[in-house]
């Protein structure tokens, strides 16, 4: 069976009021995903990046996945109407 499993930046620093103001860089997350897939007894079947709106699940398993990214691409999806998206990366495998 083919799965897929999201890495998003992790919050790195609190801003006021608890919100988000730091987040990690993409080159830390692609470290993640590296260690992730050494560590674990898959089939990487492929690696894609993805920008996803700036509210999704977390992965389930604590270590990836944010609920608020720190708004990298802002996108309009209607007049005046812009959400936040933020860069990740996608990775389809086979157990």
Sequence with gaps: M????DFAPRIT?????????GYE???EVVSA???WIENTTIQVINVE???LPDRIE???DGDHGVTT?????PVMISQGLAINCFQCVRVWYRE
């Design 2 to 5: 083919i799965k897929h499993k």
């Design 13 to 21: 620093e609190r801003g006021p009021f608890g919100g988000p103001s």
């Design 25 to 27: 860089s993409f080159s």
């Design 33 to 35: 995903v590296n260690q």
């Design 49 to 51: 990046t993805v920008v």
């Design 58 to 60: 977390g992965t389930g």
């Design 69 to 73: 990214s720190n708004a990298f691409y």
